[in-house]
């Protein structure tokens, strides 16, 4: 059973910067990020393989970076330039022979 445990997230003010992270209990090779705001289905934010290969959503292009340290299984995610339109739950991904594990989510909540 994979876990997924992530930190960080909060309170941040519209222009601002915050950075969440993702530990996994093994090595995964497609991580990343998905968000649910309320009401709303879940979307992805970006995901990235162990080579490092990248995808964003068009919302996370420019604003938004996804890394990876393949050494300590961890994903994290810097976001810059907030927007209260950010504001949501934000998930842990990884999948592992095409089934997707979850981490426990994350709030992000941008005021304006």
């Known amino acids: 059973q994979v876990q997924l445990v992530e930190s960080g997230g909060g309170l941040v003010q519209a222009g601002g910067s915050l950075r969440i992270s993702c530990v996994a209990s093994?090595?995964?090779?497609?991580m990343g990020w998905y968000r649910q705001a309320p009401g709303k289905q879940r979307e992805l934010v970006a995901t990235i393989t162990s080579f490092g290969v990248t995808n964003y959503a068009d919302s996370a292009k420019g604003r938004f970076t996804i890394s990876r340290t393949n050494a300590k299984n961890t994903v994290s995610l810097q976001m810059n330039s907030l927007k209260p339109e950010d504001t949501a739950v934000y998930y842990c991904l990884g999948s592992v022979n095409g089934y997707a594990y979850w981490g426990q989510g994350t709030q992000v909540t941008v005021s304006s």
């Open positions: 093994e090595i995964i090779n497609r």
